[in-house]
């Protein structure tokens, strides 16, 4: 199976550590995107759009800085760079050494730059979301899509997508594929009435995959997932495609 979750926007800092491979990253068809997305980005943070394309405040100025030097900075995994809520709440360095070696195995991070990493992986920190129009691609998410099909799509098991919408835009499913993935969706209930809050979606979605990396067997179904999380006492809904997570306020 894999568990398909979004980057994080905060990211720790790599003091020491070898300098990027590109080719020795997961997934290898990736690497002439990779070169192409890190290539333009480098070449965007050296002029003075780089701010309004990559959106961001004064305080985030230094982030362009830290994009400059990405060739030669120093790197970390993958699961020591994302930080945040998610990532929080997935509590890698906690889980047991048979856990943790699942999470290596099942876990796929998607990301603006990247396209896809295991967690494994060895990047240095940067900054570039997947929802940027990076000149002189475009939409990033558009620019993925025909590189990470193949690769998600030839996934034989189930695909849980535990992914923000912003970077959902960058793989969906062929119509063959749709039957074993399933997106997750997080709901608050209050007073009868349901609606999306981003901070508790994300702390929910982090103990998620969490749950299924702690998971001896990984379930083959939807149906077999609904049934992991509801033996675990979440109120869950399955739908075509969709499993809603419903907590209470």
């Not at 568990?3 to 550590?17: C, D, H, N, Y």
């Not at 070696?101 to 900054?127: E, F, N």
């Not at 570039?128 to 990033?140: A, C, E, I, K, T």
Request: with cysteine; aromatic share 4%.
């Amino acid at each position: 199976m894999l568990i398909l979750l979004p980057p994080s926007e905060g990211k720790s800092t790599a003091r020491r550590g070898a300098a990027l491979d590109l080719a020795g990253l997961s997934f290898p068809e990736l690497t002439c995107h990779r070169e192409k997305v890190l290539d333009a980005l480098v070449e965007l943070c050296h002029t003075p759009a780089a701010r309004q394309v990559l959106e961001l405040t004064d305080g985030l100025a230094g982030e362009i800085t830290k994009n400059r030097g990405l060739r030669t900075a120093p790197t970390l995994t993958a699961a020591k760079l994302y930080s945040g809520v998610l990532y929080d709440h997935l509590g890698l360095t906690t889980l047991a050494p048979a856990a943790r070696r699942r999470a290596h195995q099942r876990v796929v991070v998607m990301s603006g730059l990247w396209g896809a990493l295991r967690l494994t992986d060895r990047v240095p920190p940067y900054r570039l979301s997947m929802g940027v129009r990076l000149p002189p691609m475009g939409g990033l998410a558009a620019f993925w899509r025909p590189a990470l099909g193949p690769i998600l799509d030839a996934e034989p098991g189930l695909v849980v997508d535990l992914r923000s919408a912003t970077y959902g835009a960058a793989w969906k499913p062929r119509r063959e594929a749709q039957a074993r993935v399933v997106a997750v969706r997080v709901l608050q209930e209050l007073a009868g009435k349901r609606t999306v809050v981003s901070h508790m979606a994300k702390a929910t979605r982090g103990a998620v995959a969490r749950s299924l990396v702690e998971n001896t067997k990984a379930p083959a179904t939807p149906e077999q997932f609904a049934h992991i999380l509801t033996r675990l006492g979440y109120t869950a809904e399955l739908h075509p495609g969709r499993l809603d997570v419903i907590i209470s306020a």
